[in-house]
């Protein structure tokens, strides 16, 4: 046990003794520092781009904050003489789907309609899946609200003043999702806040109780739908060539999907 502890001591003292610098050895430190400048050199390029890259990035953000941020507008008791922001809507928000798809899909929808929630539910997203997303069928939504659901038009203004903002989607989907709850008392805003960002909910606020426009957009919804002999929700149109078929209101999928293979298999 004794030799191989001297054995490892030796060892130990073998290899520190390579690390000494030979007797004669004498620091050069112009020598050392001409050997580090290329060095130096590297690093500092190195910095450079680094520093330039972290400017840009940060430039970038504050672009895109500078574009993303909300205008201001005025809230206050002194403003009622402030005109309501009016923001571009982002296309026609209550479309999908290809233009050119050849055949053209209109629901006619009351968000206060049973009914209306559950092909939310169970027809549109295999219809969007299997017909939209794949360039077969253009989707319109018409809103058409049924005089025995008292809140069905705010619901549509409040649906449409989210599309105005980019929140279509987002506030279709809540208003379905919590029908039960706000076709009770009319809460609507209540059930719509939690679920869309702050200041895009100012907004639709500020739209739902003064922008005639949005009435305008279910007015139009509404003579369509008078012309097609909509008497119940929901319904749904199909459009080809110019020429408009309305499928009986609560079609399931399955009967859906068969009349539209149809009639892109005669086409």
Same mark, same amino acid.
């Given at each position: 046990?004794?030799?191989?502890?001297?054995?490892?001591?030796?060892?130990?003292?073998?290899?520190?003794?390579?690390?000494?610098?030979?007797?004669?050895?004498?620091?050069?430190?112009?020598?050392?520092?001409?050997?580090?400048?290329?060095?130096?050199?590297?690093?500092?390029?190195?910095?450079?781009?680094?520093?330039?890259?972290?400017?840009? =990035?940060?430039?970038?953000?504050?672009?895109?904050?500078?574009?993303?941020?909300?205008?201001?507008?005025?809230?206050?008791?002194?403003?009622?003489?402030?005109?309501?922001?009016?923001?571009?809507?982002?296309?026609? =928000?209550?479309?999908?789907?290809?233009?050119?798809?050849?055949?053209?899909?209109?629901?006619?929808?009351?968000?206060?309609?049973?009914?209306?929630?559950?092909?939310?539910?169970?027809?549109?997203?295999?219809?969007?899946?299997?017909?939209?997303?794949?360039?077969?069928?253009?989707?319109?939504?018409?809103? =058409?609200?049924?005089?025995?659901?008292?809140?069905?038009?705010?619901?549509?203004?409040?649906?449409?003043?989210?599309?105005?903002?980019?929140?279509?989607?987002?506030?279709?989907?809540?208003?379905?999702?919590?029908?039960?709850?706000?076709?009770?008392?009319?809460?609507?805003?209540?059930?719509?806040?939690?679920?869309?960002?702050?200041?895009?909910?100012?907004?639709?606020?500020?739209?739902?109780?003064?922008?005639?426009?949005?009435?305008?957009?279910?007015?139009?919804?509404?003579?369509?739908?008078?012309?097609?002999?909509?008497?119940?929700?929901?319904? =749904?149109?199909?459009?080809?060539?110019?020429?408009?078929?309305?499928?009986?209101?609560?079609?399931?999928?399955?009967?859906?999907?068969?009349?539209?293979?149809?009639?892109?298999?005669?086409?």
């Amino acid at each position: 046990m004794e030799n191989r502890e001297d054995n490892l001591e030796q060892w130990v003292e073998g290899r520190l003794a390579a690390l000494q610098p030979p007797s004669d050895w004498q620091p050069d430190a112009a020598r050392a520092y001409t050997a580090l400048r290329p060095f130096d050199k590297r690093m500092k390029r190195l910095r450079r781009k680094r520093f330039a890259v972290a400017a840009a =990035f940060a430039a970038a953000c504050l672009a895109a904050l500078l574009v993303k941020a909300p205008k201001a507008y005025c809230a206050g008791p002194g403003c009622a003489n402030q005109s309501v922001p009016q923001p571009a809507p982002p296309g026609n =928000f209550k479309q999908s789907g290809a233009p050119d798809a050849p055949l053209t899909c209109e629901i006619y929808s009351d968000y206060e309609c049973p009914a209306c929630a559950n092909a939310f539910r169970d027809v549109l997203p295999l219809l969007i899946l299997n017909f939209v997303q794949t360039g077969k069928v253009r989707l319109v939504h018409r809103d =058409f609200p049924m005089s025995q659901h008292p809140y069905a038009r705010l619901a549509a203004r409040y649906a449409n003043a989210a599309g105005m903002l980019g929140e279509y989607d987002a506030a279709v989907a809540q208003l379905f999702r919590t029908q039960a709850a706000w076709s009770a008392n009319g809460e609507i805003d209540a059930q719509l806040a939690p679920m869309l960002p702050p200041a895009a909910m100012q907004q639709i606020r500020q739209l739902v109780n003064s922008d005639s426009a949005l009435d305008d957009g279910i007015a139009a919804d509404i003579s369509q739908g008078r012309e097609d002999k909509i008497v119940s929700t929901p319904t =749904f149109v199909i459009v080809s060539n110019g020429h408009r078929e309305k499928i009986p209101p609560g079609s399931s999928y399955e009967l859906l999907k068969g009349y539209l293979d149809e009639l892109l298999k005669a086409r």
